[in-house]
């Protein structure tokens, strides 16, 4: 069951780094902890509808490019 939390945390990983922002500077922007990030990004953390939306908003993305390729 861990599968869909790694793939989520790779689309914040990949976008974050299109971006050309830091895990901080992505912590900053959406209002998390830094070390939040980090436990998303390894698949480590099982997040709630609220957090993807402001992970969207912060990353300028549909909710759907975050969790697109989760089976």
């Known amino acids: 069951m861990d599968e869909p939390l790694k793939i ?3 689309n914040i990983r990949k976008r974050r ?4 922002y830091s895990q901080e500077e992505l912590a900053n922007i959406a209002g998390f902890d830094r070390t ?3 436990l998303i ?11 993807i939306l402001r ?4 990353l300028d993305v549909s909710p759907y490019e975050l969790i697109k390729n989760i089976k």
């Open 41 to 51: 990004e390894r698949g480590k953390r099982n997040l709630s509808l609220l957090n």
């Open 55 to 58: 992970f969207a908003k912060a």
């Open 36 to 38: 939040y990030i980090s």
């Open 17 to 20: 780094e299109k971006l050309g």
């Open 8 to 10: 989520f945390g790779d």
